[in-house]
């Protein structure tokens, strides 16, 4: 099976090159120009992707073709301060040229839309407000003009102490989300809610791609073992065009379980290839969800080229 590494976001390799440089409320309220201080929050947006642009180089010098962005690329985007500002027309081109380089070099992105956008909520401000957060995220994808295998991932949401109402209403406001959205959206299990056989049930019922996070699965288990799971988990990506997609990280500490870690040890991740290798042998990716982002991602390829049956392709994919 064949497997690729990606980082999410940052880089702690290049200087300078933050893709998620914002200004403050406060700040902007000491503006006295409405104008100017939109017109500022545009030019920090210009900058953020002009990094972005940055990393995707440094990633694909280093062959890491799977790369989550930021979803703070704009500053104060959907805030009432910037309302009637459109942000799009005035970085169409530096959205369009992050996205020629991803099609250019056939790299898999993605967007983790913040933990503000809760579509099993009991409000349905909250709902409307993160629909509009998600259809965000979508256009942001259709100016860089990448299709629909570039994904969302988030959370199924909150518990509002009882789960099997909470999945209900989330199903019921699944009929809200606009198509264009439903079509990129996948579902990721939790680490204190919703467990990866409750998430994946949802996704099988709605036609999500579900997204497995390890380390969330480690932290709330549930009564499943991931033997039984995987197969069907991968089974929801088979329509995509896509290879399934995980996540790992490592806890910080025992007594610190849900915390990620600088590093992943690789310990954490090579019972899951043994396991998928013996059962289903399917090639998939792998997001690093760890402290020190590229490094990381690196550091997690050196430990994989060690291993025992590991061959390594580039620097960032594997045959096991």
């Not at 989300?177 to 079509?183: F, L, N, Q, T």
């Not at 329509?239 to 610190?256: D, M, N, Q, R, Y």
């Amino acid at each position: 099976m064949k497997i690729r590494v990606g980082f999410v976001a940052m880089s702690v390799h290049l200087k300078n090159a933050s893709p998620s440089s914002t200004m403050t409320v406060t700040n902007f309220n000491k503006i006295i120009d409405r104008e100017a201080g939109l017109r500022k929050l545009t030019s920090i947006a210009a900058k953020n992707l002009q990094n972005t642009l940055r990393i995707l180089r440094h990633a694909h010098a280093h062959d890491i073709h799977v790369y989550r962005f930021t979803s703070k690329l704009i500053p104060l985007i959907g805030h009432e301060l910037t309302e009637g500002w459109n942000f799009w027309s005035k970085l169409g081109p530096e959205f369009e040229e992050v996205g020629k380089f991803v099609q250019d070099h056939n790299m898999r992105v993605s967007f983790h839309p913040d933990h503000f956008a809760i579509l099993n909520s009991k409000s349905d401000e909250v709902v409307a407000n993160s629909i509009l957060d998600l259809e965000r995220h979508v256009k942001m994808f259709e100016l860089m003009g990448l299709d629909e295998r570039a994904k969302l991932v988030m959370h199924v949401g909150g518990s509002f102490k009882d789960k099997q109402e909470s999945l209900q209403r989330f199903e019921e406001n699944w009929s809200r989300v606009p198509d264009k959205v439903k079509r990129r959206l996948t579902l990721e299990n939790d680490d204190k809610t919703y467990t990866a056989r409750e998430t994946l049930q949802l996704c099988e019922k709605l036609n999500i791609p579900m997204v497995l996070d390890i380390h969330h699965h480690r932290c709330n288990p549930g009564e499943e073992e991931l033997r039984d799971l995987v197969p069907r988990v991968f089974a929801t990506w088979d329509a995509t065009g896509l290879v399934p997609k995980i996540h790992v990280s490592s806890p910080k500490s025992l007594e610190a379980l849900t915390h990620h870690a600088d590093y992943i040890d690789i310990d954490d991740l090579l019972p899951f290839l043994n396991l998928v290798r013996e059962i289903d042998n399917q090639d998939f990716d792998i997001m690093v969800e760890a402290k020190q982002k590229d490094d990381s991602a690196f550091r997690l390829c050196a430990d994989l080229a060690a291993v025992d049956g590991m061959k390594k392709v580039d620097g960032g994919t594997f045959e096991y």
